[in-house]
Structures are given as structure tokens and as C-alpha cells.
Nanobody
Framework: QVHLEESGGGSVQAGGSLSLSCLAS????????MGWFRQDPGKEREMVAI????????QYADSVKGRFIISQVNAKYAANLQMNSLKSEDTAMYYC???????????????????WGQGTQVTVPS
């Protein structure tokens, strides 16, 4: 079993920055996919950013490219999401997700991620 611990989030004015962290523990493996998804009430969960720990490849939603940066933390089972130039439309519940099965690339489909954090709220007032 795998446990994901999230930290960070909060409220910031438009144009500001926030960071999120996710740390995995339990039955982890050195090659994994870890990322952040977000969800508004009544909407589907959408991919924000994903990193493949095998080679550091990253994927971003078009809406956050150039503003958000996902990185692995010192080769640990953890990832950070640095969110800059935040907009009101970034307001959502953010969830960390991880997949420790052997993969050559990471999926952007939330259904392909078996492990999830509890979620952390990010609010950017309009």
C-alpha cells in the first residue's frame, strides 16, 4: 500500500505564487509517475502536471504551461509543484496522485492512478 502526504496550498491574490508538495511512503518504487490533478465541484478531475521519475519527463496542461513547474525532490519519492502567476481560474481542490507500476511513460488519465492524496485547496480570488 502507498500513502501520499500533501502539503501547501492556501489562498493568494491573482499573480501570486503557491507551492504544493507530495511525499509518498509505503510500497514505493524508484520509477514512478507522480502528478497533480485538480477538480472544481461539478467538474471532472483534470491533469495539471505530471513527472516521470524514471527520466524526469514532465507533462503540463496547456492552461498552466509557462506558469507551473513540477519537479522531483532530491531523487526522493516526492514531487513539488511551484505555481506562479496564479489566476482565479486556478482555484480548485488539488490532488496528488501516483502510479508505482512499471511504465515507460505517464498517463494523463486520472483513472490510471491508483494512489491519491487527500487534496488541498488552492484559492485565487477574482
Amino acid at each position: 500500500q502507498v500513502h501520499l502526504e500533501e502539503s501547501g496550498g492556501g489562498s493568494v491574490q491573482a499573480g501570486g505564487s503557491l507551492s504544493l508538495s507530495c511525499l509518498a511512503s509505503g510500497d514505493v518504487w524508484s520509477r514512478f509517475c507522480m502528478g497533480w490533478f485538480r477538480q472544481d465541484p461539478g467538474k471532472e478531475r483534470e491533469m495539471v502536471a505530471i513527472i516521470y521519475a524514471g527520466d524526469g519527463r514532465t507533462q503540463y496542461a496547456d492552461s498552466v504551461k509557462g506558469r507551473f513547474i513540477i519537479s522531483q525532490v532530491n531523487a526522493k519519492y516526492a514531487a513539488n509543484l511551484q505555481m506562479n502567476s496564479l489566476k482565479s481560474e486556478d482555484t480548485a481542490m488539488y490532488y496528488c496522485a501516483a502510479d508505482f507500476r512499471i511504465r515507460s511513460a505517464c498517463s494523463v488519465d486520472p483513472n490510471d492512478y491508483p494512489y491519491w492524496g487527500q487534496g488541498t485547496q488552492v484559492t485565487v480570488p477574482s
